[in-house]
């Protein structure tokens, strides 16, 4: 008789036992195959979430060294200026070149202009004149909004963390010319869509202390409506929040109009015009994994002064929408390995009372002259096939179980409806900056792959055949003769 034969015949009589390693192998199988199949979801969604946020790093002037910071005396005012390394075109170009660096953005890059529009009403509305804030100057400060300043819409900070999204048109492009996306709120205060125009205007008052505080530096700037932006947060307010500081004053304008307003300005300037250069940059890179060997490249070169500059990784957003999706990746592992573990030490513990029970057997195959690794052989057959039907169960009721694990992990790792997504904050008191601080909405589309699968199939196939070896060693330890007269 076959030892194939013989392993059929042995697993159909000892169907109790037969019918327990089943079921144990399937279990098994089930959740080892459910904890890959989440933790690879959850992968998935990491990657997603790289690319969306574009990690990178920062470059920024450093203004909290008083070495970078010069105090003048300009237009009968004192101010601070920083003095420090600049951050031009040319360095920006040079950080471009660097291997790994994909793109970049300008988040803090914006100049204050005037406009007729109808703004929501800040602390200016209700600012009344006195000793040291003139009339005229109230007026101006009313009208006054951000104009930031847009090189690829889509990379913009706000919009790649989801702070803001296009709700109408389309966002801002590379060779955008005097065009603009403003938000609803503004759009639907003054009556206006996609394809309008508004005008804006640089005002002497906002920049120098005169007494022509309404005079227009240059010639007001027409710009074309391509967006409106939708705001998803709330951004909370008090009695002396200007209209500036509300986002949804605010518009965001093309690097030409950007650089045509700076133009304007430092040719009306009256004294020294000081050009800070940018304040700060944001590059990405296109492996979150090479951005410390890129500002370490980049640190390295003698023709990108960086000794002065702020330099650190940007990857704030990304870990806040992260976090959730790393949790449940780092619990599927750990299930994976509880998983694992079981399977191989439960599989071995009952492979090697099996032997023992069976050594009665052994000794009579061995009695009538049949090789020792025949027997094991056979072993490992009986094993392997209990295995292979178990697998097939398990592949089978993995798909339903998968999907009810991962709604499950979805409802327990969503973000806390108290907590905020953004926190908006304002910078100096007057720019509206917005973070993210928690996740969105967890989504895990998990599902069973082929990949993994096959991954469950050599693992369970390679622990059986281990178990089943392990456990033999007595077997080929112990001579036939002291196997026989120990029976």
Same mark, same amino acid.
């Given at each position: 008789?076959?030892?194939?034969?013989?392993?059929?015949?042995?697993?159909?009589?000892?169907?109790?036992?037969?019918?327990?390693?089943?079921?144990?192998?399937?279990?098994?199988?089930?959740?080892?195959?459910?904890?890959?199949?989440?933790?690879?979801?959850?992968? @998935?969604?990491?990657?997603?979430?790289?690319? %969306?946020?574009?990690?990178?790093?920062?470059?920024?002037?450093?203004?909290?060294?008083?070495?970078?910071?010069?105090?003048?005396?300009?237009?009968?005012?004192?101010?601070?200026?920083?003095?420090?390394?600049?951050?031009?075109?040319?360095?920006?170009?040079?950080?471009?070149? =660097?291997?790994?660096?994909?793109?970049?953005?300008? /988040?803090?890059?914006?100049?204050?202009?005037?406009?007729?529009? +109808?703004?929501?009403? #800040?602390?200016?509305?209700?600012?009344?004149?006195?000793?040291?804030?003139?009339?005229?100057?109230? @007026?101006?400060?009313?009208?006054?909004?951000?104009?930031?300043?847009?090189?690829? #819409?889509?990379?913009?900070?706000?919009?790649?963390?989801?702070?803001?999204?296009?709700?109408?048109?389309?966002?801002?492009?590379?060779?955008?010319?005097?065009?603009?996306? *403003?938000?609803?709120?503004?759009?639907?205060?003054?009556?206006?869509?996609?394809?309008?125009?508004?005008?804006?205007? *640089? +005002?002497?008052?906002?920049?120098?202390?005169?007494?022509?505080?309404? +005079?227009?530096?240059?010639? /007001?700037?027409? =710009?074309?409506?391509?967006?409106?932006?939708?705001?998803?947060?709330?951004?909370?307010?008090?009695?002396?929040?200007?209209?500036?500081?509300?986002?949804?004053?605010?518009?965001?304008?093309?690097?030409?109009?950007?650089?045509?307003?700076?133009? *304007?300005?430092?040719?009306?300037?009256?004294?020294?015009?000081?050009?800070?250069?940018?304040?700060?940059?944001?590059?990405?890179?296109?492996?979150?994994?090479?951005?410390d060997a890129i500002i370490q490249e980049m640190k390295e070169r003698e023709d990108i002064p960086t000794d002065s500059l702020t330099v650190y990784p940007d990857q704030t957003a990304y870990e806040a929408s992260a976090k959730p999706y790393s949790l449940i990746r780092m619990f599927s592992m750990m299930l994976s390995v509880i998983g694992i573990a079981g399977v191989g030490i439960i599989l071995y513990l009952l492979m090697k009372l099996t032997v023992r029970r069976r050594m009665y057997e052994v000794g009579i195959l061995l009695s009538i002259g049949m090789k020792k690794r025949t027997i094991?052989?056979?072993?490992?057959?009986?094993?392997?096939?209990?295995?292979?039907?178990?697998?097939?169960?398990?592949?089978?009721?993995? #798909?339903?179980?998968?999907?009810?694990?991962?709604?499950?992990?979805?409802?327990?790792?969503?973000?806390?409806? @108290?907590?905020? %997504?953004?926190?908006? %904050?304002?910078?100096?008191?007057?720019?509206?900056?917005?973070?993210?601080?928690?996740?969105?909405?967890?989504?895990?589309?998990?599902?069973?792959?082929?990949? %993994?699968?096959?991954?469950?199939?050599? =693992?369970?196939?390679?622990?059986?055949?281990?178990?089943?070896? =392990?456990?033999?060693?007595?077997?080929?330890?112990?001579?036939? @003769?002291?196997?026989?007269?120990?029976?």
């Amino acid at each position: 008789m076959s030892i194939w034969k013989r392993a059929v015949l042995y697993l159909t009589r000892k169907k109790g036992r037969t019918i327990l390693l089943f079921l144990y192998m399937a279990v098994m199988a089930v959740f080892i195959l459910t904890a890959f199949s989440l933790k690879n979801a959850a992968e @998935k969604e990491l990657v997603k979430l790289r690319e %969306t946020f574009g990690t990178g790093f920062v470059l920024k002037i450093d203004t909290e060294n008083p070495a970078n910071v010069t105090v003048v005396e300009e237009n009968g005012t004192i101010d601070s200026m920083y003095t420090g390394t600049k951050i031009t075109d040319e360095m920006i170009q040079k950080i471009l070149e =660097l291997d790994g660096v994909i793109n970049y953005t300008l /988040p803090r890059e914006f100049n204050i202009v005037w406009t007729d529009l +109808k703004l929501r009403p #800040g602390g200016w509305a209700k600012a009344e004149p006195d000793d040291v804030i003139t009339e005229e100057y109230i @007026k101006i400060a009313q009208q006054e909004i951000l104009a930031y300043s847009c090189t690829d #819409g889509k990379l913009g900070k706000n919009f790649s963390t989801g702070a803001l999204e296009i709700s109408e048109g389309r966002n801002l492009q590379i060779g955008d010319r005097f065009q603009t996306v *403003i938000s609803e709120e503004l759009a639907e205060r003054n009556g206006l869509s996609v394809g309008d125009a508004i005008t804006v205007e *640089i +005002k002497e008052g906002t920049y120098l202390p005169t007494k022509e505080y309404q +005079k227009t530096w240059g010639n /007001p700037i027409q =710009l074309e409506i391509v967006g409106l932006f939708h705001m998803n947060f709330t951004q909370q307010y008090a009695d002396w929040t200007s209209e500036s500081a509300y986002m949804e004053n605010n518009i965001y304008v093309d690097q030409e109009t950007h650089k045509l307003i700076d133009q *304007i300005i430092e040719d009306n300037w009256v004294g020294e015009f000081y050009d800070v250069g940018y304040p700060e940059v944001i590059f990405f890179v296109d492996d979150p994994k090479k951005t410390d060997a890129i500002i370490q490249e980049m640190k390295e070169r003698e023709d990108i002064p960086t000794d002065s500059l702020t330099v650190y990784p940007d990857q704030t957003a990304y870990e806040a929408s992260a976090k959730p999706y790393s949790l449940i990746r780092m619990f599927s592992m750990m299930l994976s390995v509880i998983g694992i573990a079981g399977v191989g030490i439960i599989l071995y513990l009952l492979m090697k009372l099996t032997v023992r029970r069976r050594m009665y057997e052994v000794g009579i195959l061995l009695s009538i002259g049949m090789k020792k690794r025949t027997i094991v052989g056979q072993m490992l057959i009986e094993c392997l096939a209990v295995s292979a039907a178990a697998l097939v169960l398990a592949i089978l009721l993995s #798909g339903p179980l998968v999907s009810v694990c991962s709604q499950a992990a979805e409802r327990l790792a969503e973000p806390d409806a @108290k907590e905020e %997504t953004y926190r908006v %904050t304002l910078r100096n008191g007057m720019y509206p900056e917005m973070d993210k601080i928690s996740s969105d909405e967890v989504v895990i589309s998990g599902e069973v792959t082929p990949e %993994t699968v096959m991954f469950l199939i050599v =693992l369970v196939s390679g622990i059986s055949a281990a178990s089943i070896f =392990l456990a033999s060693i007595s077997i080929f330890e112990t001579e036939p @003769k002291k196997l026989l007269q120990s029976m």
